[in-house]
């Protein structure tokens, strides 16, 4: 999606979500990326916020990712990318 794109979302929304604390952060973040005074990461990450704010984030414990503290089978403590 383009900056256009983004806001014209914005402006198609009910006023009262628009008024909500996440909306108004994504169109400020926003404004900033198209006056190019802040980076368009920010107005991304903004929308995407705004847009799964219902979504409630969970924390598996149960899960074993251990893959960033394997070694290499060499015995060295180089890692390989």
């Not at 198609?12 to 005074?37: N, S």
């Not at 979504?55 to 251990?66: E, G, M, W």
């Amino acid at each position: 999606m383009t900056l256009r794109d983004a806001a014209d979302y914005i402006t198609k929304l009910p006023k009262a979500e628009q008024q909500l604390d996440e909306w108004q952060t994504a169109i400020a973040v926003l404004l900033m990326a198209a006056e190019g005074r802040g980076p368009l990461m920010h107005a991304r990450i903004g929308m995407l916020r705004a847009l799964n704010r219902h979504v409630v984030r969970t924390f598996n414990s149960d899960r074993k990712d251990t893959h960033w503290g394997k070694r290499s089978s060499g015995g060295t403590s180089e890692r390989r990318f």
